[in-house]
């Protein structure tokens, strides 16, 4: 039998891959009109740009009052970053915030004495204001003290001072901490920020 040779001519190469570009999608360029806002703030008002509904309305409210709330704290850290960076530049801070130089030092003042972690996003910046000159277990006790009893900043000031009171008649009268109000007599100074003692006479 005879052998058959098979010439290279005739042996196929494997089918080449092809790879194909990815189909080019047309995207078209038109501008989309941004929703107009519904409503909008300067600095001396609020003011509605279209008739909106309540839920809308509540959200803006909710808003502002984050807002106001926050924006002492902020500030404060602000001015703290500042101060530790490039030295103290409260009047530099007043020009750029509107702010007078004793408030932006007590709001510094305020912020240095809270961890952010101790600060109640429940309470208004008042309340942690009348907070501010006692120490920390103090502080804790009566903003968790504040909260739970939904107490107004004129009534966590009534307590403080009915507290007070108390201590200086009989220290073991009241439920607070021994130290929670022995820092009361002191003032924040308005240029430097510190407390300063008053003795009584």
Known sequence: MKATSVSSASVQ???????????????????????????????????????????????AGQRLGAIGRCSQWWIGDWLRYGVSKWGEKYALAARVTGYDAASLRNMAWVASRFDPSLRSDKLAWSHHVLLAPLDHSAQEYWLDRAVRERLSVADLRLALRSTRNAQSESPSACDAPSTSLGRTDAVVCPHCGHEVEVSRK
Do not use: G, Y
């Open 13 to 59: 190469p494997p089918p080449r891959r092809v790879t194909r570009e990815p189909l080019a999608v047309s995207v078209s360029h038109r501008a989309v009109e941004p929703e107009p806002p519904a409503h909008i703030a300067s600095k001396v008002a609020w003011v509605p740009q279209r008739d909106l509904e309540q839920p809308e309305w509540l959200l």
